[in-house]
Structure formats: C-alpha cells, structure tokens
T-cell receptor, first 114, second 117 residues
Framework: DQQVKQNSPSLSVQEGRISILNCDYTNSMFDYFLWYKKYPAEGPTFLISISSIKDKNEDGRFTVFLNKSAKHLSLHIVPSQPGDSAVYFCAARPKMNRDDKIIFGKGTRLHILP | DAGVIQSPRHEVTEMGQEVTLRCKPI?????LFWYRQTMMRGLELLIYFNNNVPIDDSGMPEDRFSAKMPNASFSTLKIQPSEPRDSAVYFC???????????????FGPGTRLTVL
C-alpha cells in the first residue's frame, strides 16, 4: 500500500527546458513534504521541502508546488541542466510523527538530454 | 565530518549465510534510520532509532532481520539467514532531532549493495 506515489518511473527532458516531476499521496495527515535527489552509487540528498501550510516553495532553479485538495505535489526544475540527471524521491511526513519518520515514493529517474 | 559511513559497500553472499551491515552516523546526531531500496518498492524504512532506542521497527520484513544500536556511534543490520529476495541496496541515514525545527534533515550514507545468490 503505497502512501506516496510517483507514477512515472522515468522522464526525459531536453537541456534548458523545464522538468516537472509529479507525486501523489493518499494520507491527508501528511504535514510536510520533501524531495530527495540521488546519484548512482551515492545516498539520497535533501533537495527541497514544503510545509502543508504553504502551496509553493522556491529555491533557485527548484520550485515545489503543493495542491492539498488534490493530494498532489510537483517539483519544477527550470532550466534543466545535465547535472540534474538523477533519481528524484518524493517523501512525506505524517503529522503525528514529530520524530522525523518519513515515507518515500519509488522515485522517478530524470534524464536531461543534450 | 565524513558523513554517514557504511560498510561494506558491496556484499555478495550465498543463500542461508548471515549478513551484517554496519553504519556509523554523523557525530552528534541522535536519530538513525535503516532503509532498503529496490526497484519494486523504492525506498522503504526498515527501522529507526532515537537516542539508541528502537522507536519503530514496523518496516522490518521478517524475523530474519534484526538491528541494534549499542551506542551513539554505531549500528548494525543483520540478516540471518539471507535469501535471494533480500538483494537490494541498504541505506543508513542519521539526523539531529531538534523539537523546535519543522524538519530535521536526514543525511544518508552511500549504501551497501547486497547480492544474495
């Protein structure tokens, strides 16, 4: 039972264009959402996050949008660069957990094409 | 700081053998997490500790899996006996939990790639 769903296993985007990675969740008790980025042979690293009281958070080329009514969030990368090629994991934290337990999706592999 | 350290980086073993994965969290961190990554299930949380005490082991798949944290700087994940379906990448992560922060970032180690033949 996947509470955090990333339905696209992979995505290819031309360099310079916008990359949009999508994530859906089922648990309305999630109050904090995160994106992690993972390169081959390395552990995931934190990228950007958003609290459920917001609908947008921006950090440089990365913007996360949250639509609570649709239980959907997305990560926008613009412009996309070759170094953005990686696996991106969406994650969420249940509100009752103040101990930082988070639930990850399966990940989406992003390929930036030259 | 060297970050989260995991050993070994790669492990190949035969079905039925005992496997022990090791993790050294970042010094000063008080929470430690063990994850397993597979193509089918993505990143699954197996167990996590806070101040060396296991808090939630609901993700541990079977009794064949066990984890310990004897002190703040060391944790092990043991599989006995191992099976081919245990083949995956196992990650350890640590964080420093401050109640006043909205979220305490988890820092991941490089992972151990386990292959059970």
């Amino acid at each position: 039972d996947q509470q955090v769903k990333q339905n696209s296993p992979s995505l290819s985007v031309q360099e310079g264009r916008i990359s949009i990675l999508n994530c859906d969740y089922t648990n309305s008790m999630f109050d904090y959402f995160l994106w992690y980025k993972k390169y081959p042979a390395e552990g995931p690293t934190f990228l950007i996050s958003i609290s459920s009281i917001k609908d947008k958070n921006e950090d440089g080329r990365f913007t996360v949008f949250l639509n609570k009514s649709a239980k959907h969030l997305s990560l926008h990368i613009v412009p996309s660069q070759p170094g953005d090629s990686a696996v991106y994991f969406c994650a969420a934290r249940p509100k009752m957990n103040r101990d930082d337990k988070i639930i990850f999706g399966k990940g989406t592999r992003l390929h930036i094409l030259p | 700081d060297a970050g989260v350290i995991q050993s070994p980086r790669h492990e190949v073993t035969e079905m039925g053998q005992e496997v022990t994965l090791r993790c050294k969290p970042i010094s000063g961190h008080n929470s430690l997490f063990w994850y397993r990554q597979t193509m089918m299930r993505g990143l699954e949380l197996l167990i996590y500790f806070n101040n060396n005490v296991p808090i939630d082991d609901s993700g541990m798949p079977e009794d064949r899996f066990s984890a310990k944290m004897p002190n703040a700087s060391f944790s092990t994940l043991k599989i006995q006996p191992s099976e081919p379906r245990d083949s995956a990448v196992y990650f350890c992560a640590s964080s420093f939990g401050l109640a006043e922060l909205v979220y305490n970032e988890q820092f991941f180690g490089p992972g151990t790639r386990l292959t059970v033949l």
